[in-house]
């Protein structure tokens, strides 16, 4: 470990709602042995480079579940105004920031269970490595496949000529599994994302979120198999 990541506070948000529009209960119905929120809070206590991990919640059950299997966890309950379906992300990075103070913060979200360790510390030290020319950091998934635009327009590829996939350029979607930034940044500009930031790929299978009701059950499926962390089941 480079001795700026063994002096920089670091400090993991995670933003868990109790009510969720398209998955009743998704942060915290059961995914394997455990409830969902549990993989992202193991695997975070597992990052050397994270300071402390601070839950941002209006859930009771979360709380509840925080205070008895993980009290090391800081528990910020969510003011009532920012709890709303469309109050946007990076306002509620605002509050917490505000009641946490930390040199960086690492945010992700609780329906990221495939996320390793491993992969968490590769994108610390990769911005601070780079930080300050880089000023934050998202993750991101490559894409190579054929794609258009709303008015049938390519986007990647000239249909003209028949590359095949693996040929082609790739792009990269925004994954939403891991932001790096600093509260200046996210203040001035309202966004987690600053003027440079620095995209760090994480491989598909790893970086898959939990948004539909299908998703649970392919994460589901891919642990019970072995292809993501391995779960204990009854």
């Not at 995914?31 to 695997?43: A, N, Q, S, V, W």
């Not at 327009?153 to 792009?171: F, Y």
């Not at 509260?183 to 620095?198: F, I, S, V, Y």
Request: a negative charge.
């Amino acid at each position: 470990m480079t001795k700026i990541v063994a002096k920089a506070k670091i400090i993991a948000l995670v933003p868990m709602r109790h009510h969720s529009q398209r998955v009743p209960g998704k942060n915290y119905r059961p995914l394997g042995d455990k409830p969902l929120y549990h993989h992202i809070i193991e695997t975070l206590q597992s990052v050397p480079e994270i300071t402390q991990v601070v839950v941002d919640t209006d859930s009771p059950t979360i709380q509840q579940g925080l205070g008895e299997n993980f009290p090391a966890v800081r528990v910020l309950p969510r003011p009532e105004a920012l709890c709303a379906d469309d109050i946007p992300m990076n306002e509620v990075l605002a509050y917490d920031t505000s009641q946490v103070e930390a040199d960086f913060y690492l945010q992700t979200h609780s329906t990221n269970p495939l996320l390793k360790t491993e992969t968490i510390s590769k994108a610390v030290q990769k911005f601070l490595a780079v930080h300050p020319s880089y000023d934050s950091l998202f993750s991101v998934t490559r894409l190579q496949t054929r794609l258009w635009d709303q008015f049938g327009r390519p986007i990647n590829h000239n249909p003209s000529i028949l590359l095949q996939t693996q040929d082609l350029p790739p792009v990269y979607e925004e994954n939403s599994c891991i932001y790096i930034f600093i509260k200046d940044t996210l203040l001035a500009r309202r966004n987690r994302l600053g003027e440079r930031p620095l995209m760090f790929e994480i491989d598909a299978n790893e970086a898959w979120d939990i948004d539909e009701e299908l998703d649970f059950e392919i994460v589901d499926f891919l642990m019970s198999r072995g292809t993501g962390k391995q779960v204990t089941r009854d």
